[in-house]
């Protein structure tokens, strides 16, 4: 179902302001106005023509993964139909637009498994509440005409932003996009799936990303973020803000990545409310300007990030008197002769430290620990072509060791040994082929 001209440029408008702000700057548009491209070099990557939009097409890229690696191997997604690859693509933005719509509240289970929609539908006759709809989507019904103040006499490919961005592309863009309403995850996905080459050519990235603000609701968005006045692409760099990048992970826009609801200056500042089903790791964590976006699996992960709270300079001991912090975090007991009896055991030397190890042994069984393997094998993804070698996409393989002690950084892998510490303490990565970059 379409909408009206009225309400469709009102809504259009309401969107716009809450992405750019009052006003856009042509350059920052023309960057984030790319379609979703597959890469010839590795079939199932997504490219990113130019800095900014990566605050979307990364989320979808990892949605898109998650799902394909449930089904195939690594080796075979190499291999893959190019057709089936579109399914997926289509699937993954269903998936993305329904967790969108399911409700985020401080009373939801952590543990909760999200399903994709097409599970959902799949293992019941009834949609679950966040399959229904109204879902509203962002479309082109035509392609939009060339800018004719282009002075480029070349053909442009349709996936790629004008070459000269000018206010005329921008004000085009807008009052062509049209809105469709969708009442099922199943319908909307089988429109997604038949027009989705509307959304690999130019301008796909902007229409997903207006049709999931759309769905979600601006106003529900402004109140998530908090500020009223903030724009989700930074109106001078034009990168996607934490709340847009949260937004399509969790499907709730926080500005915040600490679990649930904080304490800061008398204010309660709502974080992640649940676990998603795609993680996220940053260097801000390691130099401690955030905490984990990730809930922890298990009561030993959880008290691992709680003691770490309180591990300030990340030694893997805290102070002594922290300890009924850390139980009261982890809702345990904290009855003062209780605390002044575990202090004695963890610390009978009475340096005043107590360790991780100690803790973790006093409070918790080892069924109840996740102990990863000593080795493992991670993928690192850049969708930004000039950051590959030769200019080609690919994925690059290495080999993670868990170390017994701190492993020193060196310039060639201080950028990822950063990232994975935060999940993995000392480890070490031997890339196979070339080291990646995070740029």
């Known amino acids: 179902m379409t909408e009206g001209p009225t309400r469709v440029a009102d809504a259009v408008l309401e969107v716009s302001q809450l992405v750019w702000g009052p006003s856009i ?20 990557a997504l490219i990113q023509t130019s800095g900014g939009p990566c605050a979307v097409i990364a989320p979808v890229q990892a949605f898109l993964l998650k799902n394909l690696i449930s089904k195939y191997q690594l080796s075979q997604l190499r291999e893959i139909d190019s057709t089936i690859l579109d399914q997926h693509l289509a699937a993954t933005l269903t998936e993305m637009l329904c967790q969108c719509k399911q409700p985020s509240t401080l009373g939801m289970h952590s543990g909760e498994k999200p399903v994709s929609p097409t599970e959902s539908l799949d293992n019941s006759n009834t949609p679950s509440r966040r399959d229904q709809g109204p879902f509203e989507i962002a479309c082109l019904d035509d392609p939009l005409p060339q800018n004719s103040d282009c002075v480029e006499t070349g053909l442009q490919e349709p996936d790629q932003p004008s070459p000269t961005p000018s206010a005329k592309d921008y004000s085009l863009f807008h009052s062509s996009v049209r809105l469709r309403q969708f009442e099922s995850a199943h319908s909307l996905q089988n429109y997604l799936e038949t027009h989705l080459d ?22 529900a968005v402004r109140e998530e973020i908090g500020d009223h006045n903030e724009s989700l692409i930074d109106v001078t760099q034009g990168h996607g803000g934490q709340g847009l990048i949260n937004l399509l992970i ?15 200056g008398g204010l309660n500042l709502v974080g992640v409310l649940k676990r998603p089903v795609v993680g996220f790791l940053t260097r801000l964590e390691h130099l401690r300007y955030v905490q984990k976006l990730v809930t922890p699996d298990s009561e030993v992960e959880r008290a691992k990030q ?4 309180y591990d300030t300079e990340g030694n893997r001991f805290i102070q002594k008197e922290k300890l009924k912090d850390v139980l009261e975090k982890l809702n345990m007991c904290t009855d003062d002769d209780f605390i002044k009896f575990m202090m004695n055991e963890l610390d009978p030397d009475n340096i005043g430290v107590i360790l991780y190890h100690k803790f973790v042994e006093a409070f918790f069984t ?17 969708g930004l072509e000039s950051s590959c070698p030769m200019g080609k996409i690919g994925y690059a393989e290495g080999c993670v060791t868990l170390q017994e002690s701190h492993v020193g950084y060196t310039p060639a892998n201080s950028e990822f040994l950063t990232c994975l510490t935060t999940k993995w303490p000392n480890l070490d990565i031997q890339w196979a082929s070339f080291t990646p970059s995070l740029n």
């Open 250 to 264: 969790t499907g709730r826009a926080s500005a915040y990545v600490w679990d649930e609801e904080k304490d800061v």
């Open 25 to 44: 700057r042509p350059e920052l548009f023309a960057r984030w106005s790319q379609g979703f491209i597959f890469s010839n070099d590795e079939r199932t």
């Open 306 to 309: 709680v003691f770490s709270w």
């Open 198 to 219: 509307k959304y690999k050519a130019q301008y796909g990235v902007l229409l997903f990303l207006y049709s999931v603000l759309l769905t979600k609701g601006v106003k």
């Open 366 to 382: 080892p069924e109840q620990s996740y102990t990863p393997p000593d080795t493992f094998i991670v993928y690192h993804y850049n």
